[in-house]
């Protein structure tokens, strides 16, 4: 709730506030109304202080509510229902404006013979760009880009690739056309969008990841740079290419136990293709020329895709592990999750923060055009203090050690009930930081 009692939230991507309602200039806040319509509903309320949160006297409240809802009938098309009501706030009457999300997108404000449409991009109201208006104009007909009929003939294209790996991870035959009806990837007898993006041709311009080893910390000329790459076509195709760059771009560090030798690479695997994946079926492929970027440094890898957040927000303000599962292109999900290569959940974002120990959680960031995932190299480097694990898990370990210093991994992980990954990720840990080691067969504390 945004509010509770006398208790408001700050400013948010579906909270506004507005000191007293400016009836004879209302474009800013009718902005607002437009943006939280066109994106996931919000309320504005109006006689609070932004900063102070404290209530400021609205002198005609009855006045304020019908001419309000009258300026949002004349400026706002189409027609929109929204909710007036007060809130008691330290004995003053604030005016809260519920404006749900829009089932007719997009919602413009008109004034002066223009009409603008705006979404929320974290705590403000923007101006609808090109891409963002094409997406709601679609939302609108309830249709989504990748449903769209790309005017394609099935018969001009082939999917050798993607018959092949559905049968091999699924066990599966795939039946033409019927299968691919049902996929959504061909309707009325022509290709949709989706099923084009399986093509074994480059049937969709802007299916294209480009790939760079920059030498350093920061990018430079391309000349400059150690490895580089241009991927084109099938989304199945450059999942495995984008793969194959980063692990040839990538090194394994490891070290010998009593059962043998555990490796250390530079980037979880499992990270790596979660991230890749929601790259390639989450972007915007409705921004022209545009392509997904994979940027390898010396300490990272950055994985920059076209769009940011489907429904606007900035993952940037949002937990993680709370984020809900908003799909710009539901039906490559769907076909993606068919094939295996991820789950309906939603739970891309936290899979892949999982993959790497306490302190050197992956970073996510989106704007209006882009969605930026940054992947730690854990061997890069001096470990930073942040590596240290997880505090009291790394003195379990120390103690088992100091008890059994023979103890293999299987003892470790069945003594204090690890999964073998999660012992990996801060025996990892430790080794790095110099706390533990290995001497003679036998482990050591330092």
């Keep these: 709730m945004i509010v509770r009692g006398n208790v408001f939230a700050t400013k948010s991507a579906d909270c506004e506030f507005e000191s007293v309602p400016d009836l004879n200039k209302p474009g800013i806040w009718l902005e607002t109304v437009s943006a939280f319509a066109n994106g996931l509903g919000g309320s504005l309320f109006f006689g609070i202080d932004d900063a102070t949160h404290d209530p400021i006297r609205i002198d005609d409240i009855q006045g304020a509510t019908d001419k309000i809802s009258e300026l949002i009938r004349a400026h706002i098309e189409p027609a929109l229902s929204v909710r007036l009501s007060t809130v008691d706030v330290k004995g003053e009457s604030v005016l ?39 997406e709601l104009i679609l939302k609108g007909s309830h249709q989504t880009f990748d449903s769209l009929d790309s005017g394609l003939d099935p018969s001009d294209y082939s999917f050798t690739l993607f018959d092949a790996t559905y049968r091999e991870r699924t066990g599966k035959q795939i039946e033409r056309p019927g299968d691919y009806v049902s996929f959504g990837m061909q309707s009325g007898g022509r290709l949709t969008f989706a099923g084009a993006l399986f093509a074994d041709q480059h049937a969709v311009y802007q299916s294209r990841v480009f790939c760079t080893r920059w030498n350093g910390l920061e990018k430079t000329s391309v000349f400059e740079a150690i490895d580089d790459a241009e991927y084109e076509g099938n989304a199945i195709k450059l999942l495995g290419d984008a793969i194959g760059f980063v692990r040839h771009n990538s090194s394994v560090k490891w070290f010998k136990t009593a059962e043998g030798r555990v490796d250390l690479p530079d980037y979880p695997q499992a990270a790596v293709r979660e991230a890749l994946v929601n790259a390639i079926v989450h972007r915007d492929y409705m921004i022209r020329g545009s392509e997904i970027h994979v940027d390898m440094y010396d300490d990272r890898l950055e994985i920059v895709s076209p769009g940011g957040m489907a429904d606007g927000r900035r993952i940037q303000d949002i937990d993680v592990f709370k ?32 993959q790497y120990p306490p302190g050197r959680a992956p970073s996510f960031e989106s704007t209006g055009q882009a969605f930026i995932a940054t992947l730690w190299n854990l061997n890069a480097g ?4 942040a590596r240290g694990g997880d505090a009291k898990i790394g003195r379990a370990i120390k103690g088992e ?4 210093p023979e103890a293999t991994c299987g003892d470790l992980s069945a003594k204090l009930s690890l999964s073998r990954g ?14 533990i080691g290995r001497a003679g067969g036998r482990w050591e504390l330092k």
């Design 382 to 385: 001096p470990a930073p203090a």
């Design 323 to 354: 984020v809900s599962s908003v799909r710009r292109n539901p039906v490559v999900c769907d076909v993606f999750q068919r094939l295996g290569f991820m789950e309906r959940r939603g739970s891309g974002l936290r899979k892949i923060v999982e």
């Design 422 to 435: 999660a012992l990996s990720r801060e025996m990892r840990a430790l080794v790095e930081s110099g706390a």
């Design 401 to 404: 050690i100091m008890r059994n």
């Design 96 to 134: 809260r404006l519920d404006v749900p999300s829009g089932v007719y997108t997009p919602y413009y404000y008109s004034a002066d013979g223009n009409k603008m449409a705006f979404y929320r991009l974290g705590s403000e109201s923007v101006q609808c760009p090109a891409n963002i208006m094409n």
